[in-house]
């Protein structure tokens, strides 16, 4: 199995991105994993946020493969702990086909095209995060899951 992460823009602050950098190639150690960034919208102003998330899932959807798992960041999504995760995290590793795809949409959210595409919604917290720290979060906890599965000693109860 693949882990693919899409997001919409690419991280502007050096300091995340640099972090996001060392997450991701700690990823890579144990399973195949990439980033897809989406280009952020041209000329947004003249959008209405509808306009904009269907301009967005539009682009979302494009990457998207028959038989990929695609579980979209919501912050209606269900919420785990970290163990929680790298269990659920586990049975996904030995239950989807080619590829989980996780998505971090725009500002505005997701498309419904792009709500009826996934098979799931994570939450990453009750709280409200930059799209930017989002992704930083995100990757640092698929990193936790993959340690935790290992029983290596990088998360402690």
């Known amino acids: 199995m693949k882990i693919s992460l899409i997001l919409i823009g690419k991280t ?34 003249a959008l209405t946020e ?11 959807l494009k990457q998207l493969q028959p038989g990929d798992t695609v579980v979209l960041l919501d912050e209606r999504g269900k919420e785990f702990r970290s163990i929680e995760f790298a269990e659920w995290m586990q049975r996904k590793q030995h239950t989807v086909g080619k590829r989980l795809v996780f998505v971090v949409g725009g500002p505005y959210g997701f498309s419904p095209e792009v709500y009826a595409r996934a098979n799931e919604q994570l939450s990453l917290s009750r709280m409200t995060f930059s799209h930017q720290m989002v992704r ?10 993959q340690t ?10």
Not at 148 to 157: D, L
């Open 136 to 145: 930083l979060f995100f990757v640092e906890q698929i990193y936790r899951a």
């Open 50 to 60: 509808e306009q904009q998330r269907q301009a967005e899932g539009a682009l979302i």
């Open 148 to 157: 935790i599965i290992r029983g290596e000693p990088y998360h402690h109860e």
């Open 12 to 45: 502007t602050d050096k300091h995340i991105a640099a972090l996001m950098d060392d997450y991701e190639a700690r990823v890579k150690h144990y399973v195949g994993f990439d980033i897809i960034v989406i280009p952020d919208l041209k000329n947004t102003k």
